[in-house]
């Protein structure tokens, strides 16, 4: 491989600063911390839970401007941070002025012990610049800090700060034109390779380049967003010696919009395929808010997801009911998967070494499909899923022809319902007492575990429950009372 | 007379420095050549230690030292028992690094110090322990069972302690009683979980011969002087200083941790400064935790509900050691009659030894445990007498005419009876009746089924003896080149708002804006007379010798300043950072005030120059200090409570709950709560929200779980589940005032008084929606899914859907 760069570089109080001496593994919060001495922003647990350690990332955005994103930089590998101005705490007040943000914070007594407080400070800085900014009602306030823990002031006057701060237009001297000239300078553009063959950080810039450095090393760890592979870093102190980062391949964070497909590469953030996911479906935006939080989302993948194998992720449940297909790539070969037929068994899948997934294809649902999605969680924000169920039914005249039927957390993989499915086969949405068999098929299905999480029993429950839900909204109106989006308290379905 | 702050809400005096990230907390210390200690932990709940290998760790490249107990000198012992009690059996402490035994995941084996952190873990790891597993016996039941496995060999039964208290006569009234209702509740174990972990850097300078830590305590004091002896260094040789902590809520009370001691240890015997701070994990199973309890509780009752009498027996979890002695379980045996008149109670509690992480206080301290128990006796009564829950509470409340009410008999954890001192309980209740809509809760209920969601309501009740002894001291100075105040205490913060409210506290009596006293607490560099920040205490404690403190500088300012302006001090008044002749404007100013009772040699400022030009601040003969007289306006006073102040309050909640997929949905919250004269409503409001944040987490998310072989299940964030902004409902806070006869000030701690009730609220709350599917009687904390599951299981299911 080529590499044109040797050193990464980020923006830095209106700076360009270059970077060429560092670890694979080295994360954004030591080096802020450690190196800069910008101690400001604080580690509560290293594995993206607390957001203490929020920074935010500045990019060029779709527009003119500077799109801002929180990230916890306790796993966030400092190499990924290449090409984005780096914002803390310590940088936001100017010339003695608080920000905005920090100005209400401190009217609204938002901050007791104050360890947690930097990291609120950076994720409502990053709410401050959304993209839409109407009005902001309690709920996106309370997702804008999902991923924020307080052990101290119960969030009542950090929310009311914020609405307060957010209420007045953007006017705090960020993103302006000289930070898209020096994001600009510090965005190379070339494909980075700072270290040596045997430990090195890379990150191509094209698939070419990405498949033949992965099969000239195919222990290297795959990177994304690290949202998985940093807690590896961080809690299970797993020697990673190689990573290739996948965030600088322009055609892997590519969103191809069909009008009747998506295509989405597998670099591709939550937060990049949002609104492409949120518009197949309200339950997929639903089950997308409250995957992790906006600091996991901003840099965490679908493919990510996809490809960890995890039995309890999110999004597999939901492209398999989709109909998902994946494309594999291994040098200048590709495979195309169904994706259910990618997971073989708990931490297995179909993958060999040096192959990647390159992206995932999903139909939209036709007019004569309907979907539906649940997450069932303890906590309902930034909470591994109990239960995760996703549903499509191909209905013709009030009768089901054919089901796909998705759960996640039922057994060693994301798995599909067959005997549920079948049961469901010509069955009519009107006869509720013909859907019992198909309820009881799902204990043919599935013999989920008992964990710290759920008991199998409650899951077997849940999972029925789920599909009776499912089937009752589908048959019956669809309100506002039936669907599980918007706000918490509209989450009130009538489940009977 | 300036306007006076007590009452009002004002600013923080720290938050400018907190929000833009200036704020300094240990890892955020930087000294150089500092070295960093790694711990290497029991992997076992008890295990006997056969060998240890420290050779390849000791080896490794920037390894500064390894420490097993064989080379940590007398520091080998164990740690002290810090509240010794008659009816302790076999208290046990820990030693700072196992010597031949292990008795729960996560105790300190080993200690690494090497140039960094990294390499300090790497080379723990190359330590090679062998460890002989033995079997153990986890649950608090099973531990307490005949024929348990023991934790500590020579502890029969496992029983730590044991011990029997009485008030009035408890048999007599079973005896008399229409009525028995008894029930066992039982509340979980959890964590403090403070966003910063504990963490401690330690210097030795050789030149000074001073020991400096810096400690995430909330005990500097206690520190020091533990350190003093331990190390047998002159206490003044020992400065211990708890900068800004991040969070503590009981956790950093405890001293000594293992590490309070080794990493100070290691910074004297390397002669190079030294830094530990905790990982999350580490917090999960090195740092001390609270709650479980099992209480069997049986109320004797005329069949009018009046409550006779009252018996409670529970077990108590005090984890592998017991360093606390009985405090937990004495608070919540001598709270377990809340604020109900019952004159005969009889509590018995056995603490009992299991092979987990040591169980100290954490906030709420065996309160929410005896308020558990006692509301949901309380609504168990009144359910089987067929009255009115509200009912019942009113026809055994203490009348505001009735205090003090003395519990002869109850000692509290200060050593004195329980004594209510005052409270309007009644009014409590109905306050907290009409801000939920009692009036409209079979409409709500109703509206609910309409969405096919069951709809109950929570209540709970709770009292907290606040402002425990024995004293705190309040140090006041007026500076003379400023004129700003200062002020120290023993005791520390960790985001109370200690700094603002004692600030208002000084302001108030010197007539200066609260942003113009400067605040220094948890330095013993500073003030090293006190106890500690703990058991809502610090506000009481505290405020009032400050107040005292205060008090007295006002009269001595008073008097200089009549000398000065020649003026009777009846007319002088003390506003905006002056004294003045009331009506007139000839004032001095509080710099000029502290520089002319100082007699100085030379005049090198202005306060200095102008002070010259008044008459002479101190009206005496002879030298220019008077005999027995202090230089400049310096006042140190105490306050010592004759025993404690009790707040309390009432909780509220509409609770709805989903049948289908068991989830529970708080419609609305309502914390009533008095905390006597309120000195600022804002940080009141802060502290009573936060903890109701807590009390959330320990009615419907957090549990800290142990497998069958004692090792933890959810050490970590991930998952111990903790609320996030979206868990938090609506809460209504309704304040009531009614000053505390006790101090000067009339007040009351609040510290804890958020999360006592939460748990016997919200669940009292689901049981109360349940009620319709038969779903019986809700007596655990706390209530996840599959227990709602479980309970329906029993009931109806074609009603549930
Ligand atoms: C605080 C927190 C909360 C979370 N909450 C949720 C949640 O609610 N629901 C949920 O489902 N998950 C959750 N996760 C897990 C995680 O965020 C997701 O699994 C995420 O999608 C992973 O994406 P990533 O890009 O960060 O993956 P990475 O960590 O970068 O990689 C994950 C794995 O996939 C491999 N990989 C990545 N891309 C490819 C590719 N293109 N080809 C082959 N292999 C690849 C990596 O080598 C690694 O093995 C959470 C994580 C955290 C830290
Ligand atoms: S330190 Fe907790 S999320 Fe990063």
């Known amino acids: 491989m080529q590499a044109e760069r040797h050193a990464i570089h980020i923006v830095r109080r209106g700076k360009v600063v270059e970077i060429s001496d560092f670890a694979p593994t080295e994360t954004l919060l030591d080096y802020l ?31 003119e401007g500077t799109e801002y994103r929180p990230v916890n930089a306790c796993i966030h590998l400092l190499g990924m941070a290449d090409g984005a101005e780096v914002i803390t705490v310590e940088d936001m007040a100017r010339d003695g002025e608080l920000h905005p943000i920090q100005q209400s914070m401190v009217e609204h007594h938002a901050s007791q012990c104050g360890f947690c407080t930097p990291g609120f400070v950076m994720a409502l800085f990053a709410l401050y610049h959304r993209e839409a900014p109407d009005g902001l009602d309690r709920t ?185 297909e994946t494309m594999l790539r291994h040098g200048g070969d590709i495979r195309v998967l169904a994706l259910e037929d990618f997971y073989l068994d708990y931490g297995k899948q179909d993958r060999q070494p040096g192959e990647f997934v390159e992206s995932f294809r999903v139909e939209k649902p036709g007019p004569n499909t309907a979907f539906r999605a649940y997450k069932i969680s303890k906590r309902f924000d930034q909470d591994i899923s109990a239960v995760l169920a996703a549903f499509a039914l191909d209905i013709h005249q009030g009768i089901i022809r054919s089901a796909k039927i998705a759960f996640g957390g039922m057994a060693g993989i994301p798995k599909r319902a067959r005997y549920a499915e079948k049961a469901l086969k010509d069955i009519s949405l009107n006869d509720p007492s013909g859907w019992q068999p198909a309820i009881d098929a799902l204990a043919r299905d599935f013999a989920p575990m008992d964990d710290h999480r759920a008991s199998a029993a409650y899951r077997s429950q849940v999972a029925g429950g789920l599909l009776k839900k499912a089937l009752t909204e589908i048959a019956g109106e669809d309100t506002m009372a039936t669907r599980l989006t918007g706000t918490r308290e509209a989450a009130d379905v009538g489940l009977t | 007379m300036a306007t006076r702050t007590f009452g009002e809400p004002v600013q923080r005096n720290i938050d400018d420095r907190l929000l833009t990230g200036q704020g300094h907390y240990i890892d955020d210390i930087d000294l150089p050549s500092v070295a960093h200690a790694a711990f290497l932990r029991s992997p076992f709940a008890r295990a006997k230690i056969t060998s240890i290998d420290v050779s390849a760790a000791r080896a490794h490249p920037g390894v500064l030292g390894v420490f097993t107990c064989d080379n940590i000198g007398h520091i080998d012992q164990d740690l002290p028992l810090l509240i010794p009690h008659p009816c302790l059996v076999g208290p046990r402490t820990q030693r700072p690094l196992a010597r031949g035994d292990v008795y729960y995941v996560g105790q300190t084996v080993a200690m690494v110090v090497a140039v960094d952190r990294y390499t300090a873990e790497d080379a723990v790891r190359l330590i090679e322990v062998d460890y002989d597993p033995l079997p153990v016996s986890v649950e608090l039941e099973d531990a307490a069972a005949d024929g348990a496995n023991l ?150 009752a005329t069949k009018d509900g009046e409550v006779l009498g009252l018996r409670d027996f529970f077990l108590h979890d005090t984890g592998s050691f017991i360093p606390y002695g009985i405090a937990i379980a004495q608070v919540a045996s001598t709270s377990i009659a809340g604020p109900y008149r019952i004159p005969n109670i009889e509590v018995e509690f056995k603490a009992i030894y299991t092979p987990t992480v040591p169980v100290t206080p954490y906030r709420g301290c065996g309160r929410p445990q005896a308020c558990f128990a006692i509301e949901r006796a309380m609504d168990k009564l009144a359910e089987e007498l067929g009255l009115d829950r509200f009912e019942v509470r009113r026809r055994n409340f203490i009348a505001p005419d009735q205090f003090p009410w003395k519990r002869e008999g109850l000692l509290f954890a200060d050593g004195l009876a329980v004594c209510y001192d005052s409270g309007e309980y009644d009014t409590a209740l109905s306050k907290a009746a009409e801000a939920i809509g009692l009036d409209r809760l079979d409409e709500m209920k109703a509206d609910a089924r309409a969405r096919g969601k069951y709809l109950g309501l929570g209540l709970g009740f709770y009292v907290e003896g606040t402002g425990l002894g024995p004293y705190e001291g309040g140090h006041v100075r007026i500076h003379p080149i400023t004129g700003k105040i200062y002020v120290n205490t023993g005791l520390s913060t960790q985001g109370q708002g200690h700094d603002t409210v004692f600030a208002q506290i000084a302001a108030d009596q010197l007539g200066v804006d609260p942003s113009d006293v400067i605040v220094v607490e948890g330095d013993t560099g500073a ?36 000398n000065m302006l020649e003026a009777a001090p009846g007319d002088i008044e003390l506003a905006e950072g002056k004294a003045r002749i009331s009506g007139s404007d000839r004032a001095v100013t509080l710099a000029e005030v502290a520089t002319a009772t100082n007699p100085l040699r030379y005049a090198f400022n202005k306060a200095a120059q102008s002070a010259t030009q008044f008459a ?120 009531m005032e009614t000053p505390s006869p006790l101090n000067p000030l009339g007040i009351k701690g609040v510290g804890e008084a958020g999360t006592i009730a939460v748990p016997a609220t919200i669940i009292s709350g689901i049981e109360d929606a349940l009620k319709p599917l038969g779903a019986g009687h809700f007596h655990e904390a706390p209530v996840f899914p599959h227990m709602i599951f479980e309970k329906l299981g029993g009931a109806d299911q074609a009603k549930a859907s």
């Open chain 2, 151 to 300: 934790v500590h060999e020579d502890v029969a039964g496992n029983v730590a302690a044991h011990f029997v208290q009485n008030s009035g006569d408890a048999a007599a009234a079973f005896a008399r009683a229409d009525h028995v209702t008894k029930i066992t509740v039982r509340v979980e174990r959890s964590t403090a979980a403070p966003m910063e972990g504990r963490a401690v850097c330690a210097r030795w300078d050789r030149i000074t011969e001073q020991l400096m830590v810096w400690d995430s305590t909330q005990a500097p004091i206690s520190v020091r002087g533990g350190l003093a002896s331990l190390f047998d260094i002159d206490e003044d040789r020992v400065r211990v200083v708890a900068p800004d902590v991040g969070g503590g809520f009981g956790q950093k009370v405890l001293f000594f941790y293992p590490e309070e001691v080794l990493v100070p240890m290691a910074a004297i015997q390397l002669d190079r400064p030294v830094k530990w701070i905790e990982d999350r994990t580490e917090n999960f199973i090195g740092s001390t935790q609270e709650r479980t309890q099992v209480h069997t509780i049986e109320l004797a």
């Open chain 2, 616 to 735: 002479p601040a101190s009206k005496h003969d002879g030298p220019p200090l008077a005999d027995g007289k202090a230089p400049g306006i310096e006042v140190t006073d105490y306050y010592s409570p004759p025993y404690s102040t009790w707040a309390y309050g009432c909780h509220a909640a509409l609770v709805e709950v989903d049948p289908a997929l068991c989830t529970v949905d708080i419609r609305q919250y309502v914390c009533v709560h008095d905390c006597g004269n309120m000195i600022n409503p804002m940080i009141v409001e802060g502290q009573v929200i936060g903890g109701m944040a807590q009390g959330l987490g320990g009615a419907l998310y957090e549990k800290v779980q142990y497998d069958q072989d004692g090792n933890p299940r959810n050490a970590g964030f991930m998952d111990f589940l903790m609320p996030y902004a979206t868990e938090m409902p609506k809460v209504d806070i309704v304040h």
């Open chain 1, 33 to 63: 911390r450690l190196r800069e001495r910008a101690i400001g922003t604080k580690e509560g647990c290293a594995e993206g839970d607390c957001g203490a350690c929020t920074v935010a990332l500045g990019r060029p955005g779709e527009g």
């Open chain 1, 140 to 324: 996106q306030v309370n997702d804008a800090i999902a991923g924020n823990l307080c052990r101290c002031t119960g969030y009542k006057p950090i929310v009311a700060a914020a609405l307060d701060a957010c209420a007045d237009p953007v006017f705090d001297g960020f993103g302006t034109d000289e930070t898209i000239m020096a994001l600009k300078e510090a965005d190379k553009g070339k494909t980075l390779f700072v270290g040596d063959e045997n430990r090195f950080f890379a990150a191509p810039v094209s698939i070419d380049e990405l498949a033949a450095l992965y099969v000239l090393h195919p222990d290297a760890t795959l990177v994304a967003g690290a949202t998985d592979v940093g807690l590896w870093i961080t809690k299970q102190m797993r020697p990673i010696d190689r990573v290739i980062h996948l965030g600088r391949i322009r055609e892997m964070t590519a969103i191809e919009d069909n009008p009747d497909s998506l295509v989405i590469g597998a670099a591709a953030t939550y937060a990049d395929a949002w609104d492409a996911l949120s518009k197949l479906d309200p339950d997929i935006a639903e089950v997308l808010r409250r995957l992790g939080s906006p600091q996991v989302r901003a840099v965490g993948t679908v493919g990510g997801n996809i490809a960890n194998g995890s039995p309890i992720g999110d999004t597999p449940p939901l492209l398999i009911a989709l109909g998902a």
């Open chain 2, 527 to 562: 003030f090293d007379w006190g106890v500690a920040t703990f058991a809502s205490r610090a506000a009481v404690v505290s405020g009032n010798a400050i107040h005292k403190a205060a008090s007295k500088a006002r009269e001595m300012v008073i008097e200089a300043a009549a």
